[in-house]
């Protein structure tokens, strides 16, 4: 009940606040076309006016664009930003100098913001002291009416464009970390990942298994590891091909991967070798798993037309805490070793003395 009454809560205070800042970005902006359009009618300004209103909606349909477009509008925002600081000084040397420095700055400013509700209401309180700032000495400093009406309309739409480039920059810096991170993962995944079977490479594999000693020697739970090694792979490739020897592994890779628990680690050790790592284990346990991982692959490989008949040898072995993992695969590739001296599709078990077959199951 309680998740689904999280689920029908609602849009956060955070997305709130967003959804009410892009109308506001839009509603300014639409609020100074008009100005624009009636003001243009009487003042000889009219050009200025529209293409500033013209550059706010532009960047305030923009701001509300979800799907990334500012990215692509990066030029675009660079170039209009540089264009509305020429022609306000141009139009209004005399007193918007400084807001041709002033817009760039917060536009800056909002660009590399601080993440968290705390950072944006201390910039939304700057930018608004500034504006409001240039407001009053614009309107004071003008020489008659008509001028401090053009100031005013001015530094509104100074402080849309700023709002909107700042909205816009924030998607922009948004996305691409996205893709950033996106990327990272995608190299992480690959360099941990074993590029034909998909499973973790033997270097991941190792820290995997190192990372289980650390937590099985604090928590003093048993730990087993098992090495699996493909029969007659090299009788496959010889007489059917590589491709078809890839699908043999990528069979085994894929019965293992699914058959074992959430927290068993799986992974391609060295070339047909592959390794598990058994965490709450013991090698008596371990060993009963494996038969029972041989006759899932049986079935698997009877259920598939994909791949020739094939068998596994498995080499089980307890982790001994003091020894660590290095001997434990030793010990495991010792019994992996007897276990294919006896033929076939045999499970053998490492107590630490000698290993031995087992067919419990």
Known sequence: MQDSAMEHRGPGRGQHLRILQQWLAAGSAATVWLAAAYLGLTQNDSVAFLGYAALGIGLALLARRGDGGGLRALPLLLGLCMLYAISTYLTFGYASLGYLILLPC???????????????KKLAGVLIFLILTGVVLDFFGARDRA??????????????????VGDVAARMIAELERRLESSSESRD?????????????????????????????????????????????????DAYGQDIGDNVLRTLATTLQRALRPYDHVGRWDGEEFLLVMPRTTALIAGTVCQRLRMLLEHAISGSSSVPPFTVTFGVSA??????????????SAALKFAKEQGPGKVAVHDGQAPQITTQV
Do not use: K
Request: glycine share 8%; with cysteine; net charge negative.
């Open 106 to 120: 917060l536009a800056s400013v909002l660009l590399f913001q601080p993440e968290g509700t705390h950072g944006r």
């Open 147 to 164: 001028d401090s009406g053009a100031v005013i309309l001015h530094v509104v739409a100074a402080g849309c464009l700023t709002w909107a």
């Open 319 to 332: 982790v001994d805490m003091e020894a660590g993992s290095a001997q434990a695969v030793r010990l495991a």
């Open 189 to 237: 995944e690959h360099a941990r990942a074993d590029r034909l079977t998909g499973l973790s490479n033997r270097v991941f594999l190792q820290l995997q298994l190192d990372a289980e000693v650390s937590r099985a020697r604090r928590s003093e739970e048993a730990l087993s590891i098992v090495l699996v090694d493909i029969d007659n792979l090299g009788e496959i490739n």
